[in-house]
């Protein structure tokens, strides 16, 4: 299946960006063929609203399964949870990181938003 | 004539200014309190609310019978205010802008548009003043749609005090958009100066005619007035920082009760802008 991070670069090496609606890039990972690719997203950054829900859109189009960011708000879980995209919040510094804990299970997978709009 | 009490910075003393203005007046006044997020006019004019109204916008409802999730609609919204999700389309009824835009691109047929309510406006008269006021749904993020109901209220003809929201974004050019004037309450601080400047550009881009009121005048230092000076932009009015204008706000008094000679100010600034304004044709 197809995971979203939410990054500031284009490598699993990039920071791991805690914002889901204003991060520049989504890593989506294949974890059957431990492959990734890069969906932009930077048309959000200078959104004057709705940047979450238009980056749940970029990450549904994308076909993901599940996000993996720092926080999300309630419109933008709004929009993940009717797509059936499942959501998880955590801390990391790298990509990597959040992938491998991915992997490991280690992660909880959130029932609601976890921070107010405009965090 | 239609005046606008406006400024960048909150808390300068547009509403005592206001109601100063509507109080003062020899000629029969609407005031409008446009501040719709937080309104409070009417705790210093004492009028009964006679009439209430709740004030709402169209947005849109999808029927999920004959959605089928194409998209259209989302990629047309400037706001996103709709999202498209493979098998579902969800709508955001706090971002709309009401424009109506999703419902003319649907090729289905499949949009509506349903009532939200946005808040109500409540109005009375007592005498010669008029007076009606907006107050925004909690929660609600957009005021414009309220404030231009609000100013429907405005009777040609007569005088008009409308008063604004703070700051300089959309609610308060919604506020001063239909005015002939705006006055412009400082003060001379720091942080009064800064959003003055910011305020001035605004009325000069939308091209109103205005002036500027000093409150507290004797408060801070003279860097709002040699500012004036330098832009021509003319103080129609110092009012001094005086305790008993405070210890009557307090009370729900206004400036009037305070500094009785104000009354006397205030007919000369109306009579001056009024005059203006005959100049200006």
Partial sequence: MKIAFSSSGDSLESPFDSRFGRCRKFIIYDDAADSFEVVDNSQNLNAAQGAGIQSAQNVVKAGVAAVVSGHCGPKAFRALSAAGVKVYNCEFRTVKEAVQAFKSGGLKEADSADVEGHW | ?281
């Avoid at chain 2, 547009?14 to 409070?40: F, G, M, Q, R």
């Avoid at chain 2, 498209?84 to 090729?107: A, D, I, N, Q, R």
């Avoid at chain 2, 004036?228 to 920082?241: F, G, H, M, T």
Wanted: aromatic share 4%; with cysteine.
């Fill in chain 2, 1 to 281: 004539m239609k005046i606008a009490v406006a400024s960048g910075k909150g808390g300068t003393g547009k509403t005592t200014l206001s109601v100063a203005l509507s109080l003062s007046a020899e000629v029969p006044v609407i005031l409008l309190d446009c501040d719709v997020e937080e309104p409070n006019c009417h705790l210093f004019v004492g009028i009964e609310e006679d009439e209430s109204r709740d004030v709402f916008v169209p947005i849109p409802e999808i029927d999920k019978g004959k959605c089928d999730n194409c998209g259209r609609c989302a990629q047309f919204c400037q706001f996103n205010a709709i999202a498209s999700l493979g098998s579902s389309t969800l709508v955001f009824p706090e971002l709309c802008h009401s424009c109506g835009g999703c419902m003319k691109v649907c090729p289905k047929g499949a949009i509506s548009e349903k009532n939200r309510l946005i808040g109500r406006i409540g109005s009375g008269r007592r005498g010669d003043l008029s007076f009606a006021s907006g107050t925004l749904e909690i929660g609600n993020p957009m005021s414009p749609p309220l404030i231009k109901e609000v100013l429907k209220r405005a009777e040609s003809g007569r005088l008009v005090i409308i008063d604004s929201p703070p700051g300089t974004s959309c609610p308060m050019v919604a506020a001063v958009s239909e005015a002939d004037f705006v006055i412009l309450v400082t003060e001379p601080t720091p942080f009064g100066l800064h959003d003055l400047k910011i305020a001035v550009e605004t009325v000069r881009e939308i091209r109103k005619p205005h002036c500027v009121v000093v409150n507290r005048c004797d408060s801070g230092d003279d860097r709002v007035e040699r500012y004036c000076a330098e832009q021509k932009i003319e103080i129609a009015l110092k009012i001094p920082d005086d305790r008993r204008v405070a210890v009557a706000y307090s009370r729900g008094g206004t400036i009037l009760d305070a500094m009785p000679e104000m009354r006397a100010e205030m007919r000369r600034m109306l009579n001056k802008i009024s005059t203006k304004l005959g100049e200006m044709g």
